[in-house]
């Protein structure tokens, strides 16, 4: 089925069906496929500072940014300048660089928690890895994750909560034996209750807490305060390592992440997205004395034939050169702020019940008027109006997550003027919803 949408489609449509043929459901990667949205994803050629182009010429004002990288917007001159120097030098050696340790010495300089870290290749390794560190270093094999949060596809955190109190967690796909999630406890965002009963229930036995400081993986949900200091306290208290995933959140929020922004330190860190700049790049880190174990200098193994690849590290030392040059934090909130009054607004007087999460250039648009605080909440969104939002907006030019578990991501490249544009959109087409 083509995109439910005015303009034309004709060349994504006969590509789509294409790569279907050779590539499973046609996608590299489940979240682009529209399927949530029911239609087909458009095909891109190219992007440019804020706009993306699909193979049929229509222009869009992303606000995907390839789901996070891109704070910079696309194509940016610092960046694509430091890849191709890169590229004189040659694509791989499998042996030490210069561009690696500069990366790390910019992580480390930035990020509250991190006094080492580990170059990997995606945000999935980054947390397949930590959970390896954090088990080998405690001793301990049982893990804590928070219902609606993602920290890759990794088998011991790929599982949703069941509704019930504290449960052992149930594998949310299949290929993944039971055994792989046995330690794995499952519990509800926001509720420090819940994780405090949890460390009572298994005391002793918990190597980390992982959670996505600020989530953007069930929509954008911000923590409760009390939250975080509940989890940093009980995990200190018991010797568990508390583990940010800022896969996501990290060199967004703030230079130092949602860690600097919260004021809470963790043990260790998960990286990717923003700092490969949109080259292939994850990371781990943490404390010293956790990051020792792993090897060669400790006996937690973890490697990769590319990590630390030159071209990527270029990437990201760029970017976060740059970022911290210019500190576009400020006008990424204030950019933020403004969209998420012209929602609001635009809800409001197209009488639409809503409910906006919002932290800095992070966002989602809740079909739903409950205040969305945990997976349960964000779940009482009605996806069917979301995904009508969806479409309305993509024909306007407007490229927003094609579900409502995505959050938006507001990049540098975005002036006043493309906010205001996406407003616009967005009140003509929730008008249109509500007269439906
Ligand atoms: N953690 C978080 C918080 C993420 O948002 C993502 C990806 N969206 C990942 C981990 C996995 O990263 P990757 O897709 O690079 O494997």
Not at 99 to 108: G, M, P, Q, S
Not at 314 to 331: Q, V
Request: aromatic share 8%; hydrophobic share 40%.
């Amino acid at each position: 089925m083509p995109a439910p949408s005015k303009l034309s489609h004709e060349k994504s449509h006969a590509e789509f069906h294409r790569a279907r043929k050779v590539i499973p459901g046609g996608v590299n990667s489940p979240a682009r496929a529209f399927g949530a949205v029911g239609g087909e994803p458009v095909v891109m050629d190219r992007g440019d500072g804020p706009y993306l182009f699909d193979i049929d010429g229509n222009r869009y004002i992303d606000f995907i940014g390839s789901w996070g990288p891109h704070i910079l917007g696309h194509r940016h001159p610092r960046v694509v300048e430091a890849i191709e120097d890169a590229l004189k030098h040659g694509t791989s050696f499998g042996a030490p660089t210069h561009l690696e340790t500069v990366l790390a010495e910019i992580v480390v300089d930035a990020v509250p928690s991190v006094e080492m870290v580990r170059m990997v290749n995606s945000g999935t390794e980054a947390g397949m890895s930590a959970i390896r560190v954090a088990r080998g270093a405690t001793g301990r094999d049982k893990v804590v994750k928070f219902a609606g949060c993602y920290h890759g596809h990794v088998d011991a955190l790929l599982v949703q909560a069941g509704s019930g109190a504290l449960t052992h967690g149930v594998p949310t796909s299949p290929g993944i034996p039971a055994g792989a999630t046995a330690d794995t406890i499952v519990l509800p965002y926001n509720d420090p209750q819940r994780l405090a009963e949890a460390f009572t229930e298994f005391e002793g036995q918990i190597a980390g807490v992982f959670m996505e400081p600020v989530v953007g993986n069930m929509g954008l949900v911000p923590p409760k305060p009390e939250f975080l200091d509940a989890a940093r306290q009980l995990c200190s208290e018991d010797g568990t390592l508390l583990g940010f995933d800022e896969v996501m959140t990290g060199f967004r929020l703030s230079f130092g992440g949602a860690q600097e922004l919260f004021g809470v330190t963790p043990d260790m860190t998960m990286l990717g997205k923003v700092i490969g700049g949109g080259m292939p790049v994850g990371a781990y880190g943490g404390a010293a004395h956790v990051m020792e174990n792993v090897s060669p200098l400790g006996p937690v193994y973890q490697a990769g034939t590319l990590s630390g690849n030159p071209i990527a590290m270029a990437s990201g030392i760029a970017t976060l050169s740059e970022l911290k040059e210019t500190n576009p934090y400020p006008r990424l909130e204030a950019l933020g702020a403004r969209f998420e009054q012209g929602l609001r607004e635009a809800a409001t007087a197209a009488g639409i019940p809503h409910s906006i999460g919002r932290v800095g250039s992070m966002m989602t648009l809740f079909f739903t008027s409950e205040d969305v605080t945990d997976l349960g909440t964000a779940q009482m969104s009605d996806t069917a109006r979301f995904g009508k939002f969806f479409w309305g907006m993509l024909e306007r030019g407007i490229y927003l997550p094609c579900s409502q578990f995505e959050a938006l991501f507001i990049s540098a490249a975005h002036t006043e003027e493309h906010i205001d544009e996406a407003i616009t959109a967005a009140r003509e087409v929730l008008g249109e919803i509500s007269a439906e």
